[in-house]
């Protein structure tokens, strides 16, 4: 999935704003993707925006898409200041 590469992409170069649009562009037409998600929740962690982790997380679950441990874990992480 290029997208999804280049949503990691931007996420690993601090650039998670810039993602978000494609992942909303990438939702429209092919649903809601689990990794994507982590990817940005992982990249605002990351970024020190908690608030914007967990409203992507709140996101996720009003969607009903399947959170995983390894989110809980970036979310955690996060807020214990490990990043």
Not at 38 to 53: D, S, V, W, Y
Request: aromatic share 8%.
């Amino acid at each position: 999935m290029i997208v999804g590469t280049f949503v990691e992409g931007l996420c690993k170069d601090g650039r998670v704003h810039c993602a978000l649009p494609l992942f909303d562009k990438l939702c429209e037409r092919v649903g809601e993707i689990v990794i994507i998600y982590g990817t940005l929740i992982n990249g605002f962690c990351k970024m020190h925006e908690i608030g914007r982790a967990l409203e992507m997380h709140r996101r996720m679950v009003n969607v009903e898409c399947k959170v995983n441990m390894l989110t809980y874990s970036m979310i955690i992480d996060a807020l214990m200041g490990v990043y």
